[in-house]
């Protein structure tokens, strides 16, 4: 059962109880329990129905509290782990590196590698440090559907929950996707930070702070849920409304399988001129950051208006976070294709 408790002191003690709390970050609510505690651990597992393949972020509040959680010896990584967390936190940029004895390996999904963030959110912040201990925590919501923006969100999903899980409310998520994910490590004598998820760092800020200092390279991974992950949110099928969802492309078609007019369309930044049942537009101005911020609320609008099939018309994504953007707007659909002839849906040949 998912219930709102507003008061931090409370959530606090029910983190430290070994329960879960799920709480505002800048990007997404997050499902939060003990880091330091495997039973609290399992307990995300279980109340997300998230495969033990797929590791889980630690937030922490400071530098130093995760510097704790790290047995990473090289001074060169340790010196650019520093500096990213330096620059770029409280703040939706998650640094994983070799990860401390005092982290369940049930956590890193066997890895050894653990992926730490300091949320530049103030409730999220609060409830750490009032809580004293680092808050294990992915997104709260049923595995693979889509992210939760608000405190409603978190509470649809788990109303039904086995667990007894407080919900902090802080309204609206001001960022909309996950944090950015990046890899320390070193090839040969080289510093390399792989951006293994795209978020709210972009990779162009991470060059214009590196600078001549590491290389930065994104590692693409479109994987299932066999699969062992390096880090969250790199499966194919993921941030999923409960109904079929495609990307609307252009091209040659083959099979229908549904029609224009039982179709529900998110658009961006142009009106949708086909008879379809519902539409919303993630922005009219053409604005990433304003789809961003209505990406997950649009796709949980979409799966409520009793449609056939969702489908996603969005082209000419242009500035620093498109390549998030995309990201999130892909794995949804787990990248099916259809295309529209004469008010019919029919898959890309």
């Known amino acids: 059962m998912a219930i709102i408790c507003n008061d931090l002191e409370e959530c606090a003690q029910h983190i430290q109880q070994g329960n879960l709390v799920a709480f505002p970050t800048e990007t997404v ?13 399992y307990k995300i597992f279980e109340a997300k129905k998230r495969p033990l393949t797929d590791p889980v972020i630690v937030h922490v509040s400071s530098l130093n509290q995760a510097l704790g959680l790290t047995c990473e010896e090289d001074e060169d990584i340790l010196r650019i782990f520093s500096y990213l967390a330096t620059s770029f936190w409280p703040g939706p940029l998650t640094l994983v590196v070799k990860s401390s004895p005092l982290i369940s390996p049930v956590l890193t999904a066997n890895t050894g590698y653990v992926g730490l963030r300091h949320p530049n959110h103030p409730i999220a912040r609060e409830l750490i440090e009032k809580s004293g201990l680092p808050i294990a ?17 978190v509470i649809d999903d788990f109303a039904d929950s086995v667990f007894p899980i407080k919900v902090i409310d802080g309204a609206k998520c001001a960022f909309g996707i996950e944090s950015t994910v990046a890899k320390i490590i ?8 792989q951006i293994l998820r795209r978020g709210g760092i972009s990779e162009v800020a991470l060059r214009e702070k590196l600078t001549d200092q ?15 992950q390096e880090a969250p949110g790199q499966m194919i099928k993921h941030y999923s409304p409960r109904i079929e969802t495609y990307l609307l492309d252009v091209g040659e078609g083959k099979e229908e399988i549904a029609r224009i007019e039982e179709s529900v369309v998110i658009g961006f930044n142009y009106q949708h001129e086909n008879k379809c049942k519902a539409l919303k537009m993630l922005s009219m101005s053409g604005s990433c950051e304003e ?7 649009c796709l949980r609008w979409a799966e409520a208006q009793d449609g056939k099939i969702i489908l996603l018309a969005v082209y000419l994504l242009e500035g620093p976070h498109a390549a998030a953007l995309w990201d999130r707007i892909f794995r949804s659909t ?6 529209l002839i004469d008010g019919k849906i029919c898959l890309k040949a």
């Open 186 to 193: 070193k090839k040969d004598s080289e510093i390399v930070v």
């Open 291 to 297: 789809a961003i911020n209505n990406l997950y609320e």
């Open 334 to 339: 787990s990248g099916r294709r259809v295309v």
């Open 137 to 153: 925590a992915p997104s709260a919501n049923l595995f693979s559907h889509v992210s939760p923006t608000s405190a409603s969100h």
């Open 29 to 41: 609510y997050g499902l939060g329990a003990n880091a330091l505690d495997v039973s609290a651990v």
């Open 214 to 228: 590491a290389r930065v390279e994104h590692r693409q991974n479109y994987s299932g849920v066999e699969v062992q």
